[in-house]
């Protein structure tokens, strides 16, 4: 008989087995925040992140048109150096809403840059940028609706947090409206430090760490690509920045009067500006070493995970199988002694029926020859008296009866003793 825990320690066994099994294969599927919290009809982490890039990118392209709309009217130097202002850090602001790590996270704080920004311009539009319409400034309500769009996209269940707060329009219109914007520097409130214990503690093993590090750096790369198509525009923003800047001052206002100045401070930004591309392939360059650097350490931490996992898979795998030997040892000595006790059992019926079955035979045997006695014996009073009155009857018959016999019978013989002499003859 099987102890109750050999069924516990079967499974356990078996699970040891298929996890070694599948230990090498390290494509694993992308499991983010949409995965764990566990709705229904849910859009998975890296579909949602092909929608958070494409936004981006339209919201910065968004950025760009509408600064060089303002520019091309030839405000104010005021109004000109907010328009770049908005370009440098609201690009820049949107791409690091887009690269948290978490697709819903990015999602979510992406839509609460966009709320954060419309407030501002409803609020400041006048005195940021003149009398350039608000609407446009805002994209006329065109990526709440996108968002909304995606939320939908998303699935029917909008996800919530560990202490239960929803996840959209609301909860990005609500941070926007208490957290709001200053100014265009873009100074933003971090959601994560409020929310930090409502979001749950995922943890990763050694295989899904190892699985997941090509798609991370592929992420990586992604976002770094769509950046570096803004960094040549970033660099000369900075620098008509930079000169509206310098312009403003009044000593260089003197000096700038005169046109020689000004032709050789338009050379120097010529200069400067034509260093900008060679300073970008270097960090360019440098990035892609750092990325480098990181996935090989990364690879060799994971290494260490994988062998440590593995013997660990190992040591496991020989308890269950010393356990299991030591069950099935046990379950053979419990199944030979119940063999035992049932063979015992068995030849002890055996032969309590032989000798009840001798026992009946034998008294069978005797009532037989009991009634055979019986039998003998009246057949034998029968035949003695079938034979005695045979010889009788045989004697009867051959005795002479007198024919005249006076002191019997009388001479007048009655009817009943002529039917007597008949029979008797």
Same mark, same amino acid.
Do not use: C, Y
């Given at each position: 008989m099987l102890v109750p825990n050999s069924k516990n320690l079967i499974a356990l066994f078996l699970l040891g087995v298929a996890l070694s099994q599948t230990g090498c294969h390290l494509a694993v599927q992308e499991r983010g925040f949409l995965e764990e919290?566990?709705?229904e009809h849910l859009?998975?982490?890296?579909?949602?992140?092909?929608?958070?890039d494409d936004f981006t990118l339209r919201y910065a392209n968004h950025i760009e048109q509408t600064s060089d709309q303002i520019l091309a009217q030839s405000p104010p130097t005021q109004v000109r150096r907010n328009a770049l202002l908005w370009k440098i850090n609201g690009i820049n602001a949107t791409f690091r809403a887009s $690269?948290?790590?978490?697709?819903? $996270?990015?999602?979510?704080?992406?839509?609460?840059? /966009? =709320?954060?920004? &419309?407030?501002?311009? +409803?609020?400041?539009s006048t005195e940021l940028f003149g009398s350039f319409p608000p609407a446009?400034? @805002?994209?006329?309500? *065109?990526?709440? &609706?996108?968002?909304?769009?995606?939320? =939908? @996209?998303?699935?029917?269940?909008i996800p919530k947090l560990t202490n239960g707060t929803e996840l959209g329009e609301g909860f990005a219109e609500n941070f926007a409206s208490k957290y709001p914007l200053s100014n265009l520097q873009f100074d933003r409130e971090s959601a994560t430090s409020h929310y930090i214990d409502a979001i749950k503690d995922k943890s990763y093993d050694t295989m899904e760490v190892l699985g997941r590090l090509e798609t991370n750096i592929d992420e990586l790369q992604s976002l770094a690509r769509l950046y570096a198509e803004f960094l040549p525009k970033q660099a000369r923003w900075q620098a008509e920045l930079l000169s509206l800047d310098?312009? +403003?001052? &009044?000593?260089?206002?003197?000096?700038l009067a005169d046109l020689q100045q000004t032709t050789l401070a338009a050379q120097s930004i010529s200069q400067t500006v034509a260093q900008i591309p060679a300073?970008?392939?270097? +960090?360019? =360059?440098? /990035? +892609? /070493?750092?990325?480098? *650097?990181?996935?090989?350490? @990364?690879?060799n931490q994971i290494e260490a995970m994988r062998v440590k996992t593995i013997d660990q898979l190992q040591q496991e795998r020989r308890i269950v199988l010393d356990a299991v030997n030591q069950e099935r040892v046990v379950a053979t000595e419990d199944l030979k002694e119940q063999l035992d006790k049932s063979l015992s059992s068995v030849d002890q019926l055996s032969k309590k029926r032989t000798e009840e079955a001798a026992l009946y035979g034998e008294a069978l045997l005797v009532m037989a020859i009991n009634e055979a006695k019986q039998t003998l014996a009246i057949a034998s009073v029968f035949g003695g008296l079938f034979i005695l009155i045979a010889g009788w009857l045989f004697t009867k018959k051959r005795k002479p009866y007198p024919s005249n016999s006076t002191y019997y019978y009388s001479q007048d013989p009655s009817p009943a003793d002529e039917f007597y002499y008949k029979r008797a003859g």
């Open positions: 919290s566990g709705g859009l998975s982490s890296n579909k949602l992140r092909v929608l958070i $690269g948290r790590k978490d697709p819903m $996270g990015a999602f979510l704080d992406l839509w609460i840059l /966009v =709320k954060q920004t &419309d407030d501002l311009f +409803e609020r400041e446009l400034l @805002t994209g006329e309500n *065109e990526f709440n &609706d996108r968002l909304l769009r995606i939320q =939908k @996209t998303i699935g029917t269940e310098l312009i +403003e001052l &009044d000593p260089l206002a003197d000096s300073l970008i392939d270097h +960090e360019r =360059k440098s /990035v +892609e /070493v750092a990325i480098n *650097e990181q996935r090989e350490i @990364t690879v």
